[in-house]
Protein backbone atom coordinates (compact mmCIF):
# COMPACT_ATOMS: atom_id res chain seq x y z
CA UNK A 1 0.00 0.00 0.00
CA UNK A 2 1.06 3.38 -0.63
CA UNK A 3 0.62 6.15 2.32
CA UNK A 4 0.17 9.41 1.19
CA UNK A 5 3.15 11.78 2.07
CA UNK A 6 5.25 14.69 0.26
CA UNK A 7 8.59 14.82 -1.45
CA UNK A 8 9.16 18.22 -1.01
CA UNK A 9 8.40 18.04 2.74
CA UNK A 10 10.88 20.11 5.31
CA UNK A 11 11.68 18.25 8.33
CA UNK A 12 12.25 21.86 10.34
CA UNK A 13 9.52 23.62 9.00
CA UNK A 14 7.20 25.13 11.45
CA UNK A 15 4.83 22.78 13.45
CA UNK A 16 1.41 24.09 13.39
CA UNK A 17 -2.05 23.12 15.40
CA UNK A 18 -5.29 22.52 12.99
CA UNK A 19 -8.64 23.05 14.30
CA UNK A 20 -11.30 21.70 12.13
CA UNK A 21 -15.01 22.00 13.04
CA UNK A 22 -17.46 19.25 10.92
CA UNK A 23 -21.13 19.25 10.61
CA UNK A 24 -23.36 16.50 8.05
CA UNK A 25 -22.99 18.24 4.57
CA UNK A 26 -25.50 19.35 1.95
CA UNK A 27 -25.70 19.07 -1.65
CA UNK A 28 -24.11 21.12 -4.34
CA UNK A 29 -27.43 22.41 -5.58
CA UNK A 30 -30.73 21.89 -5.28
CA UNK A 31 -31.46 19.30 -7.79
CA UNK A 32 -32.48 15.55 -8.23
CA UNK A 33 -29.25 14.93 -9.23
CA UNK A 34 -27.13 16.18 -6.83
CA UNK A 35 -29.42 15.19 -4.06
CA UNK A 36 -28.96 11.88 -5.50
CA UNK A 37 -25.29 11.79 -4.96
CA UNK A 38 -25.62 13.39 -1.51
CA UNK A 39 -28.32 10.93 -0.28
CA UNK A 40 -26.20 8.09 -1.85
CA UNK A 41 -23.42 8.88 0.19
CA UNK A 42 -25.33 9.61 3.31
CA UNK A 43 -27.69 6.88 3.29
CA UNK A 44 -25.00 4.22 2.69
CA UNK A 45 -23.37 5.37 6.15
CA UNK A 46 -23.84 1.74 7.95
CA UNK A 47 -23.53 4.50 11.02
CA UNK A 48 -26.30 6.26 9.75
CA UNK A 49 -29.02 2.61 8.98
CA UNK A 50 -28.09 0.16 10.91
CA UNK A 51 -29.48 -2.72 8.75
CA UNK A 52 -28.23 -5.69 6.72
CA UNK A 53 -26.18 -4.20 4.46
CA UNK A 54 -27.35 -6.45 1.05
CA UNK A 55 -30.46 -5.90 1.93
CA UNK A 56 -30.16 -2.09 2.87
CA UNK A 57 -28.16 -1.77 -0.71
CA UNK A 58 -31.46 -3.28 -2.33
CA UNK A 59 -34.32 -1.20 -0.07
CA UNK A 60 -31.63 2.08 -0.88
CA UNK A 61 -31.19 1.84 -4.65
CA UNK A 62 -34.26 -0.03 -5.44
CA UNK A 63 -36.62 2.37 -3.64
CA UNK A 64 -35.33 5.04 -2.33
CA UNK A 65 -32.83 6.69 -4.61
CA UNK A 66 -35.67 6.71 -7.57
CA UNK A 67 -37.85 8.83 -5.46
CA UNK A 68 -36.36 11.23 -2.44
CA UNK A 69 -34.13 12.78 -4.42
CA UNK A 70 -36.83 14.81 -6.45
CA UNK A 71 -38.53 15.40 -3.31
CA UNK A 72 -35.67 16.34 -1.46
CA UNK A 73 -34.09 18.50 -4.64
CA UNK A 74 -37.97 20.41 -4.49
CA UNK A 75 -38.07 21.18 -0.32
CA UNK A 76 -33.97 22.56 -0.85
CA UNK A 77 -35.20 25.12 -3.20
CA UNK A 78 -37.47 26.29 -1.14
CA UNK A 79 -34.29 27.41 1.12
CA UNK A 80 -31.60 27.79 -1.00
CA UNK A 81 -29.88 30.70 -1.28
CA UNK A 82 -27.71 32.60 -3.83
CA UNK A 83 -24.44 31.54 -1.62
CA UNK A 84 -25.57 28.00 -1.70
CA UNK A 85 -27.34 26.31 1.15
CA UNK A 86 -27.88 27.47 5.15
CA UNK A 87 -25.67 25.10 6.38
CA UNK A 88 -22.74 26.09 4.34
CA UNK A 89 -23.45 29.72 4.29
CA UNK A 90 -23.78 29.31 8.21
CA UNK A 91 -20.69 26.74 9.03
CA UNK A 92 -18.39 28.91 6.52
CA UNK A 93 -19.08 31.31 8.42
CA UNK A 94 -18.88 29.81 12.00
CA UNK A 95 -15.26 28.56 10.58
CA UNK A 96 -14.16 32.09 9.67
CA UNK A 97 -15.32 34.04 12.78
CA UNK A 98 -13.82 31.18 15.10
CA UNK A 99 -10.48 31.52 12.98
CA UNK A 100 -10.06 35.07 13.50
CA UNK A 101 -11.14 34.31 17.24
CA UNK A 102 -8.35 31.90 17.52
CA UNK A 103 -5.52 33.62 16.03
CA UNK A 104 -5.94 36.69 17.27
CA UNK A 105 -5.03 34.45 20.80
CA UNK A 106 -2.86 31.78 18.91
CA UNK A 107 -1.56 34.14 15.90
CA UNK A 108 -0.97 32.07 12.79
CA UNK A 109 0.64 29.16 14.23
CA UNK A 110 -3.53 27.39 14.42
CA UNK A 111 -5.31 26.96 11.16
CA UNK A 112 -8.87 26.74 11.67
CA UNK A 113 -11.21 25.36 8.76
CA UNK A 114 -14.39 22.92 8.26
CA UNK A 115 -15.43 20.22 6.95
CA UNK A 116 -18.94 18.39 5.92
CA UNK A 117 -18.85 14.68 6.82
CA UNK A 118 -21.15 14.20 3.26
CA UNK A 119 -20.25 16.19 0.31
CA UNK A 120 -17.85 19.10 0.25
CA UNK A 121 -15.77 19.74 1.16
CA UNK A 122 -14.59 16.02 2.84
CA UNK A 123 -13.00 15.19 5.79
CA UNK A 124 -9.99 13.93 3.98
CA UNK A 125 -10.27 17.00 1.51
CA UNK A 126 -9.51 19.15 4.97
CA UNK A 127 -6.82 16.44 6.50
CA UNK A 128 -4.59 16.83 3.58
CA UNK A 129 -4.53 20.45 2.86
CA UNK A 130 -4.02 20.78 6.89
CA UNK A 131 -1.20 18.30 6.76
CA UNK A 132 0.85 20.41 3.39
CA UNK A 133 0.49 23.15 5.75
CA UNK A 134 2.01 21.76 8.59
CA UNK A 135 -0.19 20.42 10.91
CA UNK A 136 1.16 18.41 13.46
CA UNK A 137 -1.70 18.21 15.91
CA UNK A 138 -5.16 17.89 15.19
CA UNK A 139 -8.09 19.09 17.16
CA UNK A 140 -11.64 17.70 15.60
CA UNK A 141 -14.90 19.36 16.97
CA UNK A 142 -18.25 17.97 15.47
CA UNK A 143 -20.82 20.45 15.81
CA UNK A 144 -23.01 17.97 17.43
CA UNK A 145 -23.40 19.29 20.97
CA UNK A 146 -25.02 16.09 22.03
CA UNK A 147 -23.26 12.86 20.89
CA UNK A 148 -24.81 9.90 18.60
CA UNK A 149 -23.18 7.63 16.85
CA UNK A 150 -25.20 8.49 13.83
CA UNK A 151 -23.42 11.29 13.84
CA UNK A 152 -20.33 12.43 16.23
CA UNK A 153 -19.15 8.42 15.90
CA UNK A 154 -19.84 8.77 12.03
CA UNK A 155 -17.02 11.91 11.82
CA UNK A 156 -14.89 9.26 14.10
CA UNK A 157 -15.34 7.08 11.16
CA UNK A 158 -14.06 9.19 8.82
CA UNK A 159 -10.91 10.37 10.03
CA UNK A 160 -10.03 6.88 11.22
CA UNK A 161 -10.42 5.73 7.46
CA UNK A 162 -8.22 9.19 6.39
CA UNK A 163 -5.75 8.07 8.51
CA UNK A 164 -5.36 4.61 7.63
CA UNK A 165 -4.06 5.98 3.98
CA UNK A 166 -1.01 8.31 5.78
CA UNK A 167 2.24 8.14 6.41
CA UNK A 168 2.40 10.66 9.56
CA UNK A 169 -0.59 11.00 11.97
CA UNK A 170 -1.17 14.23 13.55
CA UNK A 171 -1.47 14.14 17.17
CA UNK A 172 -5.62 13.79 17.91
CA UNK A 173 -7.46 15.51 20.14
CA UNK A 174 -11.70 14.98 19.63
CA UNK A 175 -14.11 16.60 21.11
CA UNK A 176 -17.41 13.91 21.30
CA UNK A 177 -19.71 16.37 22.80
CA UNK A 178 -20.66 19.39 24.86
CA UNK A 179 -24.35 18.83 25.61
CA UNK A 180 -23.58 20.00 29.11
CA UNK A 181 -21.06 23.03 28.72
CA UNK A 182 -21.89 26.16 30.82
CA UNK A 183 -21.18 28.23 27.79
CA UNK A 184 -23.52 26.53 25.40
CA UNK A 185 -26.48 26.37 27.42
CA UNK A 186 -26.21 29.76 28.67
CA UNK A 187 -25.89 30.43 24.93
CA UNK A 188 -28.94 28.50 24.20
CA UNK A 189 -31.21 29.81 27.06
CA UNK A 190 -30.33 33.70 26.22
CA UNK A 191 -31.43 33.05 22.55
CA UNK A 192 -34.35 32.19 24.06
CA UNK A 193 -34.80 34.76 26.44
CA UNK A 194 -33.97 37.56 24.00
CA UNK A 195 -36.65 36.40 21.75
CA UNK A 196 -39.42 36.47 24.47
CA UNK A 197 -38.40 39.66 25.49
CA UNK A 198 -38.91 41.06 22.17
CA UNK A 199 -42.07 38.72 21.32
CA UNK A 200 -43.27 37.22 24.70
CA UNK A 201 -43.79 34.22 26.45
CA UNK A 202 -46.06 31.31 25.02
CA UNK A 203 -47.81 28.38 26.40
CA UNK A 204 -45.42 25.87 25.88
CA UNK A 205 -41.94 26.03 24.71
CA UNK A 206 -40.74 22.76 22.82
CA UNK A 207 -37.49 21.84 22.63
CA UNK A 208 -36.79 19.38 19.31
CA UNK A 209 -33.96 17.20 18.66
CA UNK A 210 -33.28 15.52 15.42
CA UNK A 211 -34.63 11.82 15.70
CA UNK A 212 -33.11 8.53 15.79
CA UNK A 213 -34.43 4.60 16.10
CA UNK A 214 -35.74 3.68 19.45
CA UNK A 215 -33.34 0.49 18.94
CA UNK A 216 -30.30 2.95 18.92
CA UNK A 217 -31.38 4.19 22.30
CA UNK A 218 -31.87 0.50 23.77
CA UNK A 219 -28.19 -0.66 22.58
CA UNK A 220 -26.59 2.43 24.93
CA UNK A 221 -26.49 4.93 22.43
CA UNK A 222 -26.26 8.26 24.94
CA UNK A 223 -28.22 10.47 22.68
CA UNK A 224 -31.72 10.73 24.27
CA UNK A 225 -30.26 10.96 27.76
CA UNK A 226 -28.00 14.09 26.14
CA UNK A 227 -30.80 15.67 24.60
CA UNK A 228 -32.95 15.61 28.07
CA UNK A 229 -29.82 16.83 30.20
CA UNK A 230 -29.68 19.70 27.48
CA UNK A 231 -33.65 20.51 28.29
CA UNK A 232 -33.54 20.61 31.31
CA UNK A 233 -30.37 22.58 32.11
CA UNK A 234 -31.73 25.12 29.69
CA UNK A 235 -34.86 25.33 31.52
CA UNK A 236 -33.06 25.39 34.71
CA UNK A 237 -31.55 28.40 33.53
CA UNK A 238 -34.47 30.20 32.30
CA UNK A 239 -36.34 29.36 35.71
CA UNK A 240 -38.95 27.45 33.32
CA UNK A 241 -41.25 24.88 35.59
CA UNK A 242 -41.64 21.31 33.79
CA UNK A 243 -45.41 22.18 32.73
CA UNK A 244 -44.02 25.16 30.63
CA UNK A 245 -41.67 23.38 28.28
CA UNK A 246 -41.25 19.95 26.63
CA UNK A 247 -38.79 17.43 24.30
CA UNK A 248 -39.58 16.15 21.36
CA UNK A 249 -38.03 14.51 18.44
CA UNK A 250 -38.36 15.21 14.51
CA UNK A 251 -37.31 14.27 10.98
CA UNK A 252 -37.77 10.32 11.22
CA UNK A 253 -38.32 8.13 8.22
CA UNK A 254 -39.22 4.64 7.67
CA UNK A 255 -41.54 2.62 9.78
CA UNK A 256 -39.26 1.03 13.09
CA UNK A 257 -40.30 3.22 16.28
CA UNK A 258 -37.94 6.08 16.85
CA UNK A 259 -37.34 8.25 20.11
CA UNK A 260 -40.59 9.56 21.12
CA UNK A 261 -42.08 12.06 21.43
CA UNK A 262 -42.31 13.01 17.69
CA UNK A 263 -42.35 16.90 17.03
CA UNK A 264 -44.92 16.85 14.11
CA UNK A 265 -47.53 14.29 16.25
CA UNK A 266 -47.04 16.76 19.42
CA UNK A 267 -47.69 19.74 17.87
CA UNK A 268 -50.85 18.61 15.99
CA UNK A 269 -51.79 17.28 19.30
CA UNK A 270 -51.69 20.61 20.94
CA UNK A 271 -54.33 22.50 20.52
CA UNK A 272 -56.92 20.02 21.46
CA UNK A 273 -55.25 20.44 24.94
CA UNK A 274 -55.46 24.48 24.75
CA UNK A 275 -51.87 24.95 23.78
CA UNK A 276 -52.50 27.52 21.50
CA UNK A 277 -49.25 29.40 21.10
CA UNK A 278 -45.99 27.60 21.21
CA UNK A 279 -42.21 28.52 20.40
CA UNK A 280 -40.15 25.69 19.05
CA UNK A 281 -35.95 25.93 18.85
CA UNK A 282 -33.61 23.18 18.20
CA UNK A 283 -30.68 23.02 20.24
CA UNK A 284 -29.04 20.08 18.75
CA UNK A 285 -28.42 21.90 15.18
CA UNK A 286 -25.65 24.49 15.87
CA UNK A 287 -26.90 25.86 12.31
CA UNK A 288 -29.98 26.31 10.50
CA UNK A 289 -30.98 24.03 7.83
CA UNK A 290 -33.05 22.07 5.63
CA UNK A 291 -34.78 20.27 8.73
CA UNK A 292 -34.98 23.41 11.06
CA UNK A 293 -36.00 25.96 8.20
CA UNK A 294 -38.43 23.59 5.89
CA UNK A 295 -39.24 21.21 8.45
CA UNK A 296 -39.52 23.14 11.76
CA UNK A 297 -40.17 26.77 11.15
CA UNK A 298 -42.80 25.95 7.59
CA UNK A 299 -44.26 22.52 7.76
CA UNK A 300 -44.48 21.65 11.95
CA UNK A 301 -46.13 25.81 11.54
CA UNK A 302 -48.59 24.33 9.07
CA UNK A 303 -49.41 21.34 11.26
CA UNK A 304 -50.09 23.23 14.54
CA UNK A 305 -52.36 26.03 12.82
CA UNK A 306 -54.26 23.73 11.02
CA UNK A 307 -55.15 22.02 14.47
CA UNK A 308 -56.22 24.95 15.87
CA UNK A 309 -53.57 26.91 16.78
CA UNK A 310 -52.97 31.07 17.17
CA UNK A 311 -49.30 31.74 17.54
CA UNK A 312 -46.30 29.55 16.34
CA UNK A 313 -42.78 30.85 16.65
CA UNK A 314 -39.40 29.60 15.70
CA UNK A 315 -36.37 30.47 17.46
CA UNK A 316 -32.90 30.61 15.33
CA UNK A 317 -30.33 28.45 15.84
CA UNK A 318 -26.84 30.08 17.14
CA UNK A 319 -25.58 29.80 13.79
CA UNK A 320 -22.61 32.71 13.71
CA UNK A 321 -23.81 34.55 16.57
CA UNK A 322 -21.19 36.01 18.46
CA UNK A 323 -22.60 33.73 21.74
CA UNK A 324 -21.86 30.91 19.59
CA UNK A 325 -18.12 31.64 18.57
CA UNK A 326 -17.64 32.59 22.14
CA UNK A 327 -18.66 29.51 23.74
CA UNK A 328 -16.64 27.29 20.47
CA UNK A 329 -14.16 29.49 20.95
CA UNK A 330 -13.94 28.24 24.56
CA UNK A 331 -14.31 25.02 24.26
CA UNK A 332 -11.50 24.87 21.81
CA UNK A 333 -9.29 26.64 23.92
CA UNK A 334 -10.08 24.25 26.76
CA UNK A 335 -9.25 21.26 24.58
CA UNK A 336 -5.51 22.69 23.17
CA UNK A 337 -4.25 23.05 26.84
CA UNK A 338 -0.94 21.11 26.83
CA UNK A 339 -0.11 21.79 23.25
CA UNK A 340 2.82 23.71 22.37
CA UNK A 341 2.25 26.57 19.74
CA UNK A 342 6.06 27.08 18.95
CA UNK A 343 7.67 23.28 18.40
CA UNK A 344 9.19 22.27 15.32
CA UNK A 345 7.64 19.48 13.03
CA UNK A 346 10.39 17.38 14.22
CA UNK A 347 13.90 16.97 16.66
CA UNK A 348 15.81 17.79 13.66
CA UNK A 349 17.24 21.45 13.62
CA UNK A 350 17.41 22.03 10.04
CA UNK A 351 16.74 20.49 6.56
CA UNK A 352 20.86 20.83 6.60
CA UNK A 353 21.13 19.15 9.34
CA UNK A 354 19.12 16.79 7.91
CA UNK A 355 20.50 16.29 4.27
CA UNK A 356 23.76 15.36 6.61
CA UNK A 357 22.35 12.73 7.94
CA UNK A 358 21.09 11.40 4.83
CA UNK A 359 23.99 11.85 3.34
CA UNK A 360 25.93 9.88 6.56
CA UNK A 361 23.72 6.83 5.90
CA UNK A 362 24.48 6.75 2.06
Known amino acids: ?9 SHSQQAKIGVLITNL ?9 ALHKYLKEFLSDPRVVEFPRLLWKCILHGVILRIRPRRSAAAYKTVWRDEGSPLMIYTKDQSK ?5 LQAEYGENIIVDFAMRYGSPSVGERIEQFQQAGVTKLLVLPLYPQYSAATTASTFDALAQDFTQRRWLPDLRFISHYHDYPLYIDAIAESIKTHREEHGAVDKLLFSYHGVPLRYLKNGDPYHCECYKTSRLIAERLGLEKEAYMTTFQSRFGREEWLKPYTDETLKSFPASNIKSVQVICPGFSADCIETIEEICEENREYFMNAGGESYQYIPALNASPAHIHLLTELVKKNLQGWDFAEKNSGLESDKHYQALLNNLV
Open 1 to 9: MKYKGHPDF
Open 97 to 101: ALRES
Open 25 to 33: GTPEAPTPS
